[in-house]
């Protein structure tokens, strides 16, 4: 039997990365053979690939570099599918695609919305100015959201033959059953000040600095407390504010997390204060504990998580007043049951791997 391959750039802590490993799970639970191909063997998510999943280190400086050694595994292995993810790993697949006699089929997924990812260096512009090209050569291509494939559609019309929206693999039953551990925080123990949850990469795009004021607002309403989980090149910039705005004694950011799930199970109200994203699997998971959200309606999306408002307090991007006003509406309103059998219906992982698969014709 040939392998299915998923070619990721790093096993590193993002959503896009998480919900690969959760897919290849997946096909190693239904008895295929999976390979996690990454561009270099490295990240915190190591510790959490599943059993029957074998990880192929193509041990690249970076994922631009990592395109030889996948020809390399392409021929060597002859898989029936590759699948990628994230806009560069995604180009790096079309082409070593191209470079093969025997090529598999080929599903591209795209994570977040492409006009407003960041182009900061030569690599990301490159990367941009292909992706539209490249993307033709797909057999098929996996949007996020509604948004996502909005944005994509925008660039080249013509890939919207090759377009299918289709949830992300998010909800496991080893992420809810890790949403009964301890999260290891004494803040998040009984009785203590409700927490308010933020989650993800410490970056600009992120907007935790508006979380952070508007928990300021918060916290001079009602007691409260804040905990941001993740990492990043903000993290300084970040731990100045919170000294400079005389709030350090109720916010706490512990890094990364091997278990966020426990933290959002725990938490009083769930915050997502991004600029962009393309689907913030972080709000997925929190909805489904239960926990009220709070998110900004930004480019793609939360609107569509949260139907429009129905089951979450959308609030305006870069708004910190709004996000203070949408948090305390959260808190008095409690969980959220509705919004819960929501999320937990539409984004299980054994649904989204049923349909990644069907578009490489496998059953």
Known sequence: ???????????????????????????????????????????????????????????????????????????????????????NANVVAALASRCVRQRPRLILRQSNAPLSERKVTVAMRVTHYALPRLYRVADAIIAVSEGVAAELVSMDCRLARQLSTIPTPVLSDEVLQMGTQSPGHPWLEAGGAPVILGAGRLVRRKGFEDLLRAFAQVRAVCPARLVIIGEGEDRARLERMVEEMGIGQDVSLPGFSQNPFAFMSRAAVFALSSHTEGLPNVLIQAMAFGTPVVSTNCRSGPAEILDHGRLGELVPVGDPDAMAAGILRALARGPNPEAQASVRARFGVAQATTAYLALAGIE
């Open 1 to 87: 039997m040939k392998a299915i391959a998923v070619f990721i750039p790093s096993l590193h802590g993002g959503g896009a990365e998480r919900a690969m490993v959760n897919f290849a799970g997946e096909i190693a639970r239904r008895g295929r053979r999976v390979d996690l191909v990454v561009a270099r063997r490295q990240g915190a998510l190591i510790s959490i690939v599943p059993d029957g999943v074998r990880i192929i280190d193509l041990m690249a400086a970076r994922v631009m570099t990592a395109l030889p050694p996948l020809v390399r595994y392409l021929r060597l292995e002859r898989p029936q599918a590759l699948f990628a993810t994230i806009s």
